[in-house]
């Protein structure tokens, strides 16, 4: 019940942002929701997915100290630099992986809000989005990644100004936190390009059916691919299509159904949607996460991971869709509708369905170090693990 009534509290924070969106008003509040999103995630203790992971990486970093006084040492670590930096100075300063949580936590949500900001007048509905779509897989798993993501979507904002060179300072610095981001990069020259609607719905449309006909091609793609970039790209391609666990198609599910019915929606704001500053932009973000969804359907772990860096264009793009509506009952109307999708990506955890116990019970830090007591988390850790590769197999 924890999230849901985290959940409950964002739309009403929501439906005030649509109602009082004067600059005051919605500085105040998304402050208020981007604070509790920070607190959750920040703040959870051996909750989520591969905290466990993240407390051995801790234990094995070194200090700052000793990078600057070795170098040479950084080379032997083969994870993202910029998050082993970050994780050494926090160590340096006394911190442990709760902090590091916490400070990673608060780094992504702020990044997110500043760009939230940017892009819509309604941001609080921006992170209710963020918290129903996003959050529990960048926030509660793969927190560097998480971090890459946010330092793109905030790049974001240097394209239909015409930019390039902070987009992409913005975009190599989120490299260094997670490398696929340099997905990014050449991006940048396309994104704000208006395209017919016909062509948005006949390019995701084709994606269906390559989907439901089960048409076998990416995996060759990516070994290409891989092989042209070397090293370590080349051993995670072949662990990412080789290894049972990941080699899964996505099978129909309603999640196919309803990215199709929302996304022809959208599309019918098209023209509106074009008109705004950075409306372009996150459409065709949306649309590529949707080409993700359908064309990479052989290995649903690649595609979602992926799919990630672009599935964040839609926590403005709905937004923006709201401020198109032209009377403030249909803008609540509408908030519904995307409260109640936004709901369906996280209704496991919000619940408390047996695949989201590695979730449930939330576990917080500070009421742990209050009242000392064992913590389940671990055994709920490894039960999620064996029922997420149960049903892989399956």
């Not at 009534?5 to 964002?10: K, Q």
């Amino acid at each position: 019940m924890f999230y849901l009534i985290c959940f409950g509290i964002l739309c009403v924070l929501a439906v005030l942002n649509v109602q009082m969106h004067d600059k005051l008003s919605t500085q105040i509040l998304s402050g208020l929701a981007a604070v509790m999103l920070i607190c959750i995630a920040g703040l959870r203790y051996e909750t989520g997915g591969d905290w466990d992971t993240y407390n051995r990486f801790f234990d094995d970093f070194p200090s700052f100290s000793r990078f600057v006084g070795n170098p040479a040492t950084f080379d032997n670590y083969s994870m993202e630099k910029g998050f082993v930096l970050l994780c050494a100075l926090i160590k340096s300063l006394g911190g442990t992986v709760q902090h590091m949580f916490f400070v990673v936590t608060t780094i992504n949500i702020t990044l997110i809000t500043l760009a939230l900001g940017k892009y819509t007048k309604y941001p609080v509905v921006g992170l209710l989005c963020y918290y129903g779509i996003l959050y529990f897989n960048l926030e509660m798993i793969y927190i560097r990644q998480a971090t890459a993501v946010a330092l793109c979507f905030l790049a974001l904002q240097y394209i239909q100004p015409h930019r390039v060179l902070p987009y992409m300072l913005m975009v190599l610095l989120a490299c260094t936190f997670h490398r696929v981001a340099v997905l990014m990069l050449p991006l940048y020259f396309v994104l704000n390009t208006k395209l017919p609607s016909w062509v948005y719905l006949s390019v995701i449309g084709l994606g269906a059916v390559v989907m439901l006909a089960g048409i076998p091609w990416i995996q060759s793609v990516i070994m290409q691919i891989a092989g042209w970039l070397g090293g370590d790209y080349l051993d995670k391609a072949e662990y990412y299509t080789k290894e049972a666990l990941f080699v899964v198609n996505r099978g129909l599910s309603v999640g196919f159904v309803l990215n199709l019915l929302i996304f022809v929606v959208i599309v019918f704001f098209k023209e509106k949607i074009d008109r705004l500053a950075h409306g372009t932009v996150m459409l065709n973000m949306y649309s590529l996460s949707l080409a993700c969804y359908y064309y990479c359907f052989e290995l649903v772990e690649v595609s979602n991971r992926v799919r990630l860096f672009f599935l964040i264009g839609i926590i403005a793009l709905l937004p923006m869709v709201l401020e198109i509506l032209p009377l403030f009952l249909e803008r609540l109307a509408g908030l519904a509708v995307v409260a109640l999708y936004c709901f369906s990506f996280s209704r496991m955890i919000f619940l408390e369905a047996p695949q989201a116990m590695a979730y449930n019970p939330y576990q917080n830090y500070i009421e742990y170090k209050l009242h000392p007591r064992p913590s389940t988390g671990k055994q709920r850790l490894e039960k999620s693990h064996e029922l997420f590769q149960n049903a892989r197999k399956n």
